[in-house]
């Protein structure tokens, strides 16, 4: 099926279908073979994989054919655009010299990644949502393997990796021009690095968490530092039973990190960074630009002030985590996404009863992921004011609420099993007790014959010995 649908690309999408078809398969191999190496549940992570992928190209070719990128997210045009400039760059053209002047808070990671991929191929839009949707596709195993580091549940793991390999949203910004999908990717790969360093000291895992953390800091900045925050957070507070031995792996970790973002001349770009963005009240302009659109909300909130931004915490938070909402969909692209919020809505009660038991049961195994959840969606909720923004910005978030989703939908199962267990223990138990009951009335009926069958002979003896 996947090789007749790559058939069907190359040959009904004119110029840009083969090349496009061929670079996908290049990054298909290489994350399938990373696939394919995974110990546990090799052959499930396999196919989800290989069935996400051809959802997210199927996607991605309609989108590209129909040009619905204005219509699903009009940031893809920008970036192909930034990266054929990126491109000439590099091909001497002094015109493009400095192609990101201007544009270093779009996230300069995804100029890279366009223009290393047109460097290959030349220019096809195609070919990048392709790669996207490879990167979505790999997400899934990802997040499976999170679950199962935490809850050790097969279960939970493998509804974690149908949730965010086939929710319509996690689909559908990765099957485009986006950084959304290689922004949820990093984070997945941050947080599951972060979640194996704390039970024992890898090389690999190292490496995967420093080049997910400059992966955020090239797509999205303001994420690799909550997720840097969570990180080191996870390490201080231990994610296991604290012993001495722990404590020097903690420190260990936490000072490769230290150093090694240091290298890279992180603490200086932070520092640019928050004199630039990081007043309240350069977050309250951004927000006013956001809320004065037709699907913006909150019009009259002020975030400029520390009271300002907590009193607009639980209403961001209800946009953030609902909207829109049904009396908002004013038009077609808002309607489509009706269904799938239907069934976030629903998920919604399985959610909090799976982070409840995590606090619980599991909260030193998960502290990474609920330390960056927590941060992101109280920034989100200060600094969002756009329904579509929300929704949009949301899927960096349900990546890991499916993890809780998938805790919830698996307690309640098993309480389910637990109660069919339970009456069906009770049946049985009703049923030995009325066969024991039956059998001993057939015993004492059976005992009553004999002694009157005993006394009868008793009686024609004695009546003999008598006469």
């Known amino acids: ?82 990266g054929t400039w990126m491109l000439k760059s590099w091909q001497g053209d002094p015109f493009y010299k400095n192609p990101l002047q201007g544009y270093e808070s779009v996230g300069w990671g995804m100029a890279y990644l366009i223009g290393g991929i047109y460097a290959a191929i030349g220019r096809n839009l195609l070919a990048v949502q392709y790669v996207n949707g490879v990167i979505g596709a790999a997400t899934a195993p990802l997040a499976y393997l999170c679950a199962q580091h935490m809850f050790e549940n097969t ?51 190292f490496l995967v968490l420093v080049g997910a953390l400059l992966g955020l800091l090239s797509l999205r900045f303001y994420i690799f530092y909550m997720a840097i925050a969570a990180a080191g957070g996870a390490f201080m507070i231990g994610m296991r039973r604290v012993t001495s031995q722990s404590l020097m792996r903690q420190f260990v970790v936490l000072v490769a990190i230290g150093l090694t973002m240091t290298y890279f001349g992180v603490l200086r770009r932070a520092t640019q960074q928050f004199e630039e963005f990081g007043s309240l009240e350069r977050v309250q302009r951004s927000r006013a630009d956001l809320a004065t659109t037709e699907s913006g909300f909150g019009r009259d909130v002020d975030v400029s002030t520390a009271s300002g931004a907590l009193q607009t915490i639980p209403l961001g938070m209800v946009y953030l985590l609902f909207a829109p909402f049904p009396w908002q969909l004013a038009n077609l692209r808002q309607s489509i996404t009706l269904p799938e919020m239907f069934i976030w809505w629903a998920s919604f009660p399985l959610l909090v009863m799976g982070i409840w038991f995590t606090l619980r049961y599991r909260m030193r195994q ?102």
């Open 155 to 205: 279960r939970v793991s493998r509804l974690t990796a149908l949730f965010v390999a086939f929710f319509p949203s996690l689909v559908l910004w990765s099957s485009q021009g986006l950084k959304d999908g290689p922004i949820i990717f990093c984070l997945v790969a941050a947080m599951l690095a972060t979640l194996k360093l704390g039970e024992q000291l890898s090389a690999k895992f």
């Open 1 to 82: 099926m996947a090789l007749a649908m790559c058939l069907v690309i190359a040959v009904f999408v004119p110029t840009y279908g083969a090349p496009a078809v061929l670079v996908c398969l290049v990054a298909a191999l290489v994350a399938g073979f990373a696939v394919r190496r995974i110990e546990i549940d090799r052959a499930f992570l396999f196919y989800i994989f290989i069935a996400g992928l051809l959802v997210r190209m199927l996607v991605g070719t309609l989108i590209f054919g129909f040009e619905l990128q204005d219509f699903f997210g009009g940031d893809a045009t920008a970036y192909d655009q930034l």
């Open 366 to 467: 998960a502290l990474p992921i609920l330390i960056f959840t927590t941060m992101l969606t109280l920034a989100y909720s200060i600094f969002q004011g756009n329904v579509g923004t929300a929704y949009r910005q949301r899927s960096q978030l349900l990546v890991f609420y499916f993890i809780f989703v998938s805790v919830g939908a698996v307690l309640l199962k098993e309480r389910s099993e637990e109660r069919e267990r339970l009456a069906r223990m009770k049946k049985e138990a009703l049923m030995r007790a009325a066969q024991e009951r039956l059998a001993r009335r057939r015993y004492e009926q059976w005992r009553r014959e004999r002694d009157s069958e005993w006394a009868e002979i008793a009686r024609g003896l004695s009546e003999r010995i008598d006469s």
